[in-house]
């Protein structure tokens, strides 16, 4: 069955269906040039309703596995590959198999690096993947039903184990299974709350830290967040990751600003400033602060991308807060982004500002 990639430029991709094939879908085209775990990007939630691209050229080696989905549903919008390698994975479930069962359609047969080359030079951009070809008016209004009808995210809900000696709240706008488990692993009681959580909720927790989870969009989009994070910042150590980061600076009067085509994969360098130690991380994210206008708002720069330069991490002067832009659950094959979580740890026990 064919399938038509269609982007808003005009730009069209003819390839082939996979996945659930009656499925028609629109939203930001955006690309990963990660080598493996295809699994957890389509079920990060930060992938929110977009229509990934994967440049490695085969995708669906290794099937679907248990216990590597970060949330509980295929949150990207539509997979586009060149080769699906549609073999099974421990239980027997192929990726094409396992997004029938999340109604998520692919296409298959497409030149994803010349994509991701499109993406580079003219940046993110509207698309469609639908099953037949549309003129530039029809696209207009197949999109704008189409954006209509995307998914919502899925909230975790609950609290880890309550013999944890540590009780965090986590503040959830999209976080990913892999946030939770690490902090599990640190000897922390998980309680997750929704952005829409008051200070009042959070103070009769009384938590041992906070932390502002990762998330889908553009930072701006979450201005009901910020008197939240204003509110606890002073109260508690307070972590944020990704979109949690991208708050953090807005809450304290920053700005941030949309990257051309963002970052997404497995191998970008960042340098952690304070120890001039360089690290590879894992990342997805399409918006990044403003290092000209942290100026007078008591944030300072800990870390920046190896690439172009982007603030990759932040801590609020006096405060035991601090922020990354990348993925630190995430292993690329080095996990040195992981002492982020142990950092948090040590700020919780000792309540000590990191640059005391």
Known sequence: MNKYLILEDGTTYPGTAFGDLGAQVAGELVFNTAMTGYQASLTDPSYLNQLLTFTNPLIGTYGIWPGQSQSKQVTAGAVIVRQLENEPGPTGQTLDAWLVDHHVPGIEGVDTRAIAMHLREDGTIKTLLVNQLVTPTEFTNLYSRLV???KL???????????ANLTVALIDLGVKQGIIDNLVDCGCRVVVLPPSAAVAEVHELNPAGVL???????????????PLIRGLEHDYPLAGICLGHQLLALANGATTYRLPFGHRGANHPVTLLASQQTIMTSQNHGYAVDPTSLKKTGLKVTAVEGNDHTVEGLTLVGYPVISVQFHPEAGPGPNDARNFFS??????????????
Do not use: C, W
Request: glycine letters at 12%.
């Open 212 to 226: 502002i989870s990762n998330g889908p969009g553009d930072p701006l989009d979450y201005q009901a967040v910020l």
């Open 153 to 163: 995210p899925a909230r975790n809900a609950g609290a880890t184990d309550p013999t």
């Open 343 to 356: 950092h948090f740890k040590q700020l919780m026990e000792t309540g000590v500002a990191v640059n005391a």
């Open 148 to 150: 209509g009808q995307q």
